[in-house]
């Protein structure tokens, strides 16, 4: 195993057809001379996870896969999800990027009750953002008159403008549970 070239040597091991789940990995790299006794495996899918993270999945607090059609067609993001089941079977991390929404997608496949448990924490740093300047606004100046005559609470403002960005969360966050359907 190459060290600086890890992702492209995993993914061709875990392309092989003679690539077995069962049969416990080996880690060598290339120019050391340390044999495997338990330790260069656990290091070995810590590096490569870290890789995988930055090479197919955005964002910044909960990840996501970056979705494009080279990739649902190529298969990458299947053998990324092997690549991730293979670390835990082997005794090495797991993957701890996803919002509990889509940890809860991956493990129930129910896309309805996944959506129902998105937060404002599942939201990119830009969404965040945009909701902490319309939520400035929106205390400051209200131009609707329903808001200025306090039909609705304050609360009630900010509970509006959650559900308006939740929508749009949720139809972009669509797309990408729809890719980790078909990877996992």
Not at 62 to 80: D, E, H, R
Not at 145 to 163: A, D, S, T, V, W
Not at 167 to 175: F, V
């Amino acid at each position: 195993m190459d060290e600086d070239d890890i992702l492209n040597d995993a993914l061709a091991y875990y392309k092989a057809s003679k690539f077995d789940a069962r049969k416990k990995l080996r880690v060598v790299y290339q120019g050391q001379p340390a044999a495997d006794t338990g330790g260069m495996t656990p290091q070995f899918y810590t590096q490569l996870l870290q890789e995988i993270s930055q090479q197919f999945f955005h964002d910044d607090t909960f990840k996501t896969p970056i979705y494009n059609s080279n990739m649902v067609v190529s298969g990458i993001m299947k053998l990324v999800g092997t690549v991730i089941t293979h670390s835990i079977l082997q005794g090495g991390p797991g993957f701890p990027v996803f919002s509990p929404s889509v940890y809860h997608y991956l493990a129930t496949g129910d896309f309805d009750a996944a959506v129902q448990k998105i937060s404002v924490n599942d939201c990119t740093v830009s969404t965040k953002h945009f909701i902490d300047q319309a939520s400035i606004l929106l205390v400051s100046y209200t131009p609707w008159p329903l808001l200025q005559n306090n039909i609705y609470p304050i609360h009630g403002k900010f509970q509006m403008l959650f559900c308006l960005v939740s929508l749009y969360e949720h139809t972009k966050k669509a797309k990408e549970m729809e890719v980790l359907k078909y990877t996992y």
